[in-house]
């Protein structure tokens, strides 16, 4: 897979893929996704990662928008490869940061004390509007964190979905292999069993997804699922799985 | 049949008390409700009944008249004592003239005649849940009374209820006629860029998606003369409610009188000004909006959000969290910024610091022109091992100090300046730090001023990537250093 993929883009929208950070999982490294959208001359940056990621990602974002135009840096949870970096992307930009309210607290271990920079996320989510279109904060809490958030896209009907349907799959195998989901199930299993908490939170996600109109479901690692086959297939797996605590005698 | 999906959604979150002494009517009765109220409790006679009632306080009762131990009648008559708000449905064979005088005199909502017709049933229960609605919204209307604040509130967008306050101001008896005038809010408000109603989103996607925070409006009143509101959305949180999500009260005050308007821009005096941000400070406190405090500690700007707790002519209480309270503690002041304010606004010398409820009373407040609130970048003052020199038409200065450093801009202090230095001279800087950062860039002069000893100096400058990492790391760095040290005050 690229370092750099254009997931939708006409002419006044666009979202972009990054892959540029790097997780060891046992012997192997596990490539870790982050995204821009772009609306007009101004954008979100999605889970910017960790500190290790910064200078690239940094100079990557640069070639499509300058840094003060980066309206909104959203973390979808708490996780050192969502948000370490919170504190380089506050002193390089202007941004406003969405987390979810739990974390707010957290925030100051990462070195930042810009709370009036923070918009807290409640647990029922929120929406942004531009023009006719919008961005919403989908809940998806416990899958895996606590306090957690996929974010959709209206305009390109892209669902962000952080660590919900992260292959934890070889950089080398990206894409080909790898990319139908029933190619990727193998990745797909062993984390989401351990990681996600219990069926009921899946399902729950699994019913609000369902009522969006979805092109694509983005998650932070492995490729988007971007056929409607995938997305549906996903979806099912998704809801029927049985994880976290559902597997404790 | 009545549309029992309408009773689904009105009886979601009420509690019913059945008491009847015929099990089988008993058994069904909690059947068919347990489908559509939150909880359903069920009690074979007034005795009974009345311990169930005091346990779990129902908001309705459906009762029996005949039944041991204590019958419907005198089960009735105690809950009303205690109680004069439950509301009672009564189920009875019974329906001579007498049971039904006793009913109306302690305000029973219906008197239904047994064998039970479902379909009335179901009908009773819509219209009285309709009517607890009703009862719930007057009493939140009346909260907000002797306020300044006019109060609609909508259901699925459209106003169902207003206050008194809301109707004079555009001159109309009730919220049909309003309806009926206006359709509903859309047309009422004006487009002005930054208001609430602009080009570039719509209100109603605006308030709902910033529940609770406040904006500005500008509306025509009953005369057609243009108005300034400050705008606020909540959403509808009562027990006795329907978890109606769409449902919310829009709270509005009129502050055409301050002079805000983009049209109104002339010079306001002082006094004017300072009449004013009182009005708009007691605006923010009554409706519990936010606002931003702002503080630094050796250069870093501790920001949090916080609330007014109380303002008088010549007093404001803050409450915010403890880091900020910290922060004002050892500053002895705190800015305060809001989008509503015509400008920050400045609190000196605490005069009370309640660190359990976190408040802290300040003694006095004015407005300044000048604000911390319009830093655009982080800034950090640098360890002592970080020295700077300054060079001007080949004369190098050594700063005696820097003061703070952002990745656009530093501030130091010098005991003298290379002749002819003045705003807009391009300069060289360099920074060096022991064993560490070591950056060189050209930069151009944007303030000097004197000091009793010194000359206070800001350079602005526009790094490239490749010098502005390290910076950035650098002040990432120290900026977690003076988080550490200032969490250990």
Not at chain 1, 23 to 37: A, G, M
Not at chain 2, 10 to 30: C, F, R
Not at chain 2, 68 to 82: A, Q, V
Not at chain 2, 204 to 219: D, F, G, P, V, Y
Request: glycine share 4%.
């Amino acid at each position: 897979m690229g370092k750099e993929q254009i997931l939708y883009d006409d002419g006044t929208h666009k979202c972009i893929m990054f892959s540029l950070d790097d997780e060891e999982v046992e012997d192997f490294f596990l490539s870790v996704n982050q995204f821009l959208i772009i609306q007009n001359n101004s954008a979100v940056l999605i889970d910017p990662g960790s500190e290790a990621v910064y200078e690239e990602l940094r100079e990557a974002v640069s070639k499509h928008i300058s840094l003060d135009r980066i309206k909104y840096i959203f973390f979808s949870h708490q996780d050192p490869d969502v948000a370490a970096s919170i504190t380089h992307w506050s002193i390089a930009t202007q941004a406003e940061f969405i987390i979810s309210k739990l974390w707010i607290r957290f925030l100051s271990h990462y070195g930042f004390m810009e709370m009036s920079r923070l918009l807290p996320l409640e647990d029922g989510g929120a929406k942004i509007g531009f023009g006719q279109e919008y961005l919403r904060f989908v809940p998806a809490h416990f899958l895996h964190s606590p306090g957690n958030f996929s974010l959709y896209d209206s305009r390109s009907q892209i669902l962000f979905s952080g660590d919900i349907g992260a292959a934890i799959v070889p950089n080398d195998t990206l894409n080909n292999e790898a990319k139908s989901f029933h190619n990727r199930l193998e990745y797909l299993e062993p984390f989401h069993k351990r990681y996600m908490a219990g069926n009921r939170a899946c399902r729950k996600w699994s019913s609000e997804v369902r009522k969006l109109p979805l092109k694509a479901i983005a998650p932070q690692h492995g490729a988007p699922f971007d056929t409607a086959e995938d997305i549906s297939a996903f979806l099912e797996w998704f809801e029927g799985l049985q994880c976290g605590m559902d597997l404790e005698d | 049949m009545p549309k029992l999906k309408d009773l689904a959604k009105l009886a979601s979150s009420y509690t019913v008390l059945i008491v009847e002494d015929n099990k089988t009517l008993l058994t069904k009765l909690q059947q068919f409700l347990q489908k559509f109220f939150h909880t359903v409790l069920s009690a074979r006679d007034g005795r009974e009944g009345l311990h169930l009632y005091r346990q779990h306080k129902p908001q309705i009762v459906i009762t029996d008249i005949k039944m041991p131990e204590m019958d419907g009648i005198t089960f009735i008559k105690k809950l009303r004592f205690n109680d004069p708000e439950v509301k009672i449905l009564i189920l009875s064979a019974f329906d001579d003239k007498e049971y039904l005088y006793t009913a109306i005199e302690l305000g029973v909502f219906r008197f239904l005649k047994k064998p039970l017709v479902l379909e009335e049933f179901t009908q009773t229960l819509i219209k009285l849940l309709e009517l607890m609605q009703h009862e719930a919204r007057i009493q939140l209307l009346k909260s907000y009374e002797g306020s300044d604040n006019m109060v609609v509130v909508c259901e699925n967008k459209t106003p169902v209820l207003a206050s008194d306050r809301f109707l004079d101001f555009f001159a109309l008896n009730d919220i049909e006629e309003f309806n009926e005038k206006y359709g509903d809010l859309e047309d009422l408000f004006l487009k002005q860029e930054g208001f609430l109603y602009s080009d570039s989103i719509s209100w109603k996607e605006k308030l709902l998606a910033n529940m609770q925070q406040s904006h500005q409006a500008m509306i025509k009143d009953s005369k057609g003369k243009i108005r300034h509101l400050m705008l606020k959305a909540y959403p509808l949180q009562m027990p006795q409610l329907s978890r109606e999500d769409s449902a919310v009260v829009l709270s509005m005050v009129d502050i055409t009188g301050l002079e805000l308007l983009p049209h109104q821009e002339k010079e306001i005096s002082a006094q004017k000004q300072q009449e004013a941000t009182v009005k708009v400070l007691n605006y923010l406190k009554e409706n519990g909006s936010e606002v931003h405090l702002h503080n630094f500690y050796r250069g870093l700007t501790i920001t949090d959000k916080g609330k007014i707790a109380f303002v008088s002519k010549d007093r404001i209480a803050l409450k915010t969290r403890a880091n900020q309270q910290k922060a004002i503690k050892k500053q002895n002041w705190v800015v305060i910024h809001s989008p509503l304010l015509p400008k920050d606004v400045i609190c000196e010398e605490v005069e009370k610091l309640d660190e359990e409820k976190h408040i802290t009373t300040m003694k006095r407040y004015h407005l300044i022109d000048s604000s911390p609130s319009k830093r655009r970048t982080i800034r950090v003052e640098p360890k002592e091992d970080m020295r700077m020199q300054l060079c001007f038409n080949e004369h190098c200065f050594e700063a005696e100090q820097i003061e703070d450093i952002s990745i656009n801009s530093v501030r130091c202090t010098l005991f003298a300046l290379p002749a002819g230095l003045e705003k807009g001279s391009k300069v060289m800087i360099t920074l060096q730090q022991e064993g560490g950062l070591t950056l060189e860039f050209e930069a151009a002069i944007f303030k000097i001023w004197m000091q009793e000893m010194h000359y206070e100096v800001v350079a602005n400058y526009n790094l490239d990537a490749e010098k502005e990492q390290p910076l950035v790391h650098y002040i990432s760095r120290r900026q977690m250093e003076l988080i550490r040290e200032f969490k250990h005050l």
